[in-house]
């Protein structure tokens, strides 16, 4: 028999492979195995333990059998001598897919794989719109690196670069040391995706991801997905990014040249995308931008439609940059721009601040707990609590943020929800408590800058204690609001999962008002769901840290029906023990 006579469709693994074992194995048999093991020379490889990965049309499947794939070393650099159909450019175990491809129940540990382009822990490239994809319960873990290093590469922890259709269903990257770039687009799972139909399910990734040196422009680096463009509609569901436990980091890094982006979840998504359930968090979480967009759940949505229901993000995010390069920053997206405005909406979702002892810091180092959570350098640029840029009449409803905003620039627009908004919004049952700083009249402790036709209703700020002498709405914004933004903090429903950064914090429940409900990936039990940490009432009112004991009294939200309670002034009232603080809130 000969090569030539045998087709494979199907891969099953039936025990645990070390790769060491099997290289060494192969080496042993005096080339009289039946697999020859190439190397980026194009030679057998027993000296540098390298493979050039799988290319096999023929095969449609990979069953793992729950068992593990050790130190697999792959590096596709150089093809002189390599046999058969061959691509220098892809990298993985399974170089590149041109039709249906599915992987299921594997374990895959210490991996280290590099190719120039399309670089991918199993999957190096989908090639094109015909290719349907899935993967289910993988597992990456261990010391694993996947790196694109040239111009134009993609990276991820799955796949580099997918095309067709593709579902990713309960897959891990997660580990205390696994690390992604690329120069280009990189994430968690996929550095970047294009095609008709896109659907993740329960995945979660603590893997850091980043440009090799400095990348191109528009980079998009992603905590899951690095750039997307999906013509039908992406759907992203229960799934997360978060520190592998309390003494690891993630650093989702873009520093290319301009149109950057990066975001805790995606980096940029374009065409229909919809997110629920998700979430990103982490005491030493970091997103940055440079010369773009830096969101802690999404970086930048410019497409057709987008709805995000149920998400949450607590993690820091910066944006740097020249003010003609656009760059935005926000504790849950950066920008957001769409066609459809009448179903695009963000509902129930929230980002957390991160504090220290109680207080907001004011610090701007990388390395600092607790230092401004959503910061920008860019002249003429945006950030926001919740959104830098509003740029669609989006609505927003049940939704709210505890991050602390700043901006090193006088020019830039602040708001403690949103930076800025240029053709107005519909905002509802919405609030924002962090401490906001930046420029005189272009921060607002709610809106930065409106412009446009902006309704809001039941809405809140705070515009005592740290943010004393701000108005809700920057006193340089082109248009004001229709309906009355109040001052206070809203409660109702309360009895959050609570899970704070600030030891300070530990042991209490979320006080406010939370609509969010996430899954516990554990559990799969959903719960109103509170990550980060959140300002006392009495030093959001009086600047001061609440003593033991403090009571707030004040609510306009009915906490049984989630609806406003209308016809009449609303008490508010903070109870310490230097005595009563008492603000008057009128219903819209």
């Not at 980043?210 to 997905?225: F, K």
């Not at 935005?328 to 179903?343: E, Q, R």
């Not at 919405?430 to 906001?436: D, E, I, M, P, S």
């Not at 009571?551 to 029906?561: E, F, G, S």
């Amino acid at each position: 028999i000969t090569w030539s006579q045998v087709y494979v469709d199907k891969v099953s693994v039936a025990n645990n492979i070390d790769w060491n074992d099997f290289v060494n194995k192969n080496a042993n048999d005096n080339r009289t195995a039946s697999i020859d093991i190439y190397n980026f020379y194009g030679s057998y490889g027993y000296g540098e333990n390298l493979f050039a990965g799988i290319y096999n049309s023929d095969i449609s499947s990979l069953e793992g059998n729950n068992c593990s794939i050790s130190n697999m070393n792959i590096n596709s650099y150089k093809t002189n001598g390599i046999v058969g159909n061959y691509s220098p450019d892809y990298g993985g175990m399974i170089r590149s897919v041109a039709g249906n491809m599915s992987i299921s129940n594997l374990v895959v540990n210490n991996a280290q794989v590099s190719s120039p382009y399309a670089t991918g822990c199993l999957i190096g490239k989908s090639e094109n719109s015909s290719c349907v994809v899935s993967m289910k319960n993988v597992t990456i873990n261990g010391k694993t690196s996947v790196i694109a290093d040239y111009n134009g590469g993609n990276s991820g922890g799955l796949i580099g670069t997918a095309n067709g259709k593709i579902s990713v269903n309960h897959c891990r990257v997660y580990g205390n040391n696994i690390s992604i770039s690329s120069m280009l687009n990189a994430g968690g799972l996929i550095g970047t995706y294009e095609g008709l139909e896109f659907t993740v399910a329960d995945c979660s990734s603590s893997a850091s991801v980043q440009t090799t040196a400095s990348g191109g422009s528009g980079t998009c680096i992603g905590g899951l997905i690095g750039s997307m463009n999906c013509l039908g509609t992406a759907k992203v569901t229960d799934s997360h990014v978060s520190c592998y436990d309390d003494s690891s980091s993630v650093l989702i890094s873009s520093e290319g040249y301009y149109g950057s982006n990066a975001g805790g979840l995606i980096a940029k998504a374009t065409g229909n995308l919809e997110l629920s359930g998700c979430y990103t968090k982490g005491s030493d979480f970091n997103v940055y931008s440079y010369y773009g967009n830096a969101g802690g759940l999404l970086g930048s949505f410019d497409g057709t439609y987008i709805l995000i229901n149920n998400c949450s993000a607590s993690v820091y995010s910066q944006a740097e940059g020249y003010s003609q390069y656009g760059s935005y920053a926000g504790g849950l997206v950066g920008y957001v721009k769409c066609t459809d405005i009448v179903n695009s909406s963000i509902q129930n979702c929230n980002a957390g601040g991160h504090m220290s002892g109680g207080v907001y810091g004011t610090g701007t180092d990388r390395t600092t707990q607790g230092r401004y959570n959503v910061y920008i350098t860019a002249q003429g640029q945006n950030a926001g609590g919740f959104i830098g840029t509003l740029d669609s009449t989006v609505k927003l409803s049940n939704c709210f943020s505890t991050c602390s905003v700043y901006s090193s620039s006088i020019y830039s627009f602040v708001g403690g929800l949103v930076g800025n908004i240029s053709k107005g919004a519909a905002m509802t049952n919405c609030y924002a408590v962090g401490l906001t700083n930046g420029g005189t009249g272009k921060v607002g402790a709610f809106i930065g800058c409106n412009a446009g036709t902006t309704s809001v209703s039941n809405c809140y700020c705070v515009t005592t204690g740290y943010n004393s002498g701000l108005s809700a709405v920057g006193t340089e914004s082109h248009d004001q609001p229709t309906g009355t933004i109040n001052s206070g903090i809203v409660t109702g429903i309360t009895g959050s999962k609570t899970t704070p950064f600030d030891t300070a914090k530990t042991g209490q429940t979320y006080p406010y008002c939370n609509w969010t409900t996430l899954k516990n990936p554990e559990t799969a039990v959903s719960a109103i769901t509170y990550y980060g940490d959140w300002p006392s009432t009495s030093y959001a009112m009086t600047g001061a840290e609440a003593a033991a004991g403090d009571v707030q009294i004040y609510n306009n939200i009915d906490a049984n029906t989630s609806t406003e309670i209308t016809g009449s002034n609303v008490l508010i009232a903070t109870l310490t023990g230097g005595g009563i603080s008492i603000y008057t809130a009128y219903n819209n």
